[in-house]
């Protein structure tokens, strides 16, 4: 029965991710247009209001996500999305949500850069931003789509992993999986799995804010309903109040930190393409991993025994798989639209188990299948 009542549509990235985020349980959107992300914003405006959710376009990008993560603690799930330069613009807020707890998602169309760079141009530049661009010691998660498809379902699984570890997660697209359509089958809403926050199970007069439970997570009181407490960008202790206590102070960044590394299992999602009995390994995400797909089957038909990792998952690093794969092949090719700011990372979880090289593009095309190819011919060649 629940076959009969999805629907298929042709879909743009951006418009699935809207498709996802209503999915989930979004009902409010705060942003300002930035190319390439303006139809997020297009589409929550149009269908938010229909649903009982709100829409408010800000004046500028620091008010956004601070709109946003006002509406999260009111109780709304929340969502923003912005390109590069905004980006830039939310890391301070977007430190506040993370020591904070504030669930919410900041969906990243990455576009060529710095600063105004190339609007409406693919890159893949903003990856060790999404890492560390605010200060601190903080972990975070990101996840990076190569469908369209991946956009829904990865919009709904932000969403998901934000009110569950009671964090911001960023969805980091690139121009082209934000702009490209393909055929996208939307799930019955009863279908979807739905991951709200958990809430207190004590009187207002007995709650700490930010004690943990025996996972790690606190639960989350909304705003308005009779539980007064204090939030602060300042370190805290359970109450929420500001704190200089070391011990209290070495507890919390451990805590925030250890609730997403102490759950990577759940959140590290990637997907293997002939693997099994691969000598060479392409690593690679976003519209990069479609065309590394690509060219491992050209790959093979030349005799060449070469596989692919594709991360959907970038932060937390699947740094075991990684490691893994790195004991079973010979050499790792790494695709990316930057200057390597991925194949860093791959190194590090190599351990030098294997040679790890890297591939990049950053005149704002794409990389394409045969260039992969004529890599894996050139490395062979050494």
């Known amino acids: 029965m629940n076959k009969l009542k999805r629907n298929v549509e ?167 999986i934000a702009h490209m359509r393909e055929k996208v089958e939307i799930p019955a809403p009863e279908e979807v799995e739905v991951i709200n926050r958990k809430k207190p199970t004590v009187p207002p007069e007995e709650y700490f804010p930010f004690k943990p439970d025996q996972n790690g997570i606190p639960p989350m009181a909304n705003f308005g309903e009779g539980y007064r407490y204090h939030i602060t960008g300042l370190i805290h202790n359970q109450k929420g109040l500001p704190t200089s206590n070391p011990q209290e102070i070495d ?32 690593i690679a995400c976003g519209s990069v991993a479609r065309a590394a797909e690509r060219t491992v089957k050209l790959a093979r038909e030349e005799g060449l025994k070469v596989g692919l990792l594709k991360l959907l998952t970038i932060w937390p690093f699947p740094s075991e798989e990684v490691n893994r794969l790195a004991q079973q092949v010979d050499l790792i090719i790494v695709p990316e639209m930057n200057l390597g700011q991925m194949v860093l990372e791959v190194e590090r979880a190599s351990r030098g188990n294997c040679e790890v090289v890297s591939y990049s593009r950053v005149d704002g095309e794409l990389i394409n299948p045969i260039e992969i190819l004529g890599k894996i011919q050139e490395e062979i060649k050494k």
């Open 10 to 176: 042709l879909l743009q990235g951006n418009e699935a991710c809207v498709k996802g985020a209503i999915l989930s349980g979004v009902r409010f959107f705060a942003g300002y247009p930035i190319t390439p992300s303006s139809e997020i914003a297009e589409g929550m405006a149009r269908l938010l209001p229909q649903i009982g959710g709100k829409f408010v376009q800000m004046e500028d990008e620091i008010a956004s996500i601070a709109a946003v993560i006002g509406a999260s603690i009111a109780g709304f799930k929340s969502l923003t999305a912005t390109s590069g330069p905004g980006f830039s613009l939310k890391q301070e807020n977007l430190g506040f949500a993370i020591i904070s707890e504030i669930p919410c998602v900041i969906v990243n169309a990455q576009r060529g850069g710095p600063s105004t760079g190339l609007p409406t141009k693919p890159s893949q530049g903003d990856m060790m931003q999404a890492r560390w661009g605010t200060h601190g010691d903080h972990s975070i998660i990101a996840l990076a789509p190569s469908t369209v498809n991946e956009v829904l379902t990865l919009t709904i699984k932000a969403v998901n992993f934000s009110e569950k570890y009671r964090t911001p997660v960023i969805l980091l697209l690139d121009e082209v």
């Open 251 to 282: 507890s919390f960044i451990r805590r925030i930190n250890n609730k997403i590394q102490e759950n990577v299992k759940d959140i590290i999602i990637y997907e293997k393409y002939f693997l099994d009995d691969a000598k060479i390994a392409l």
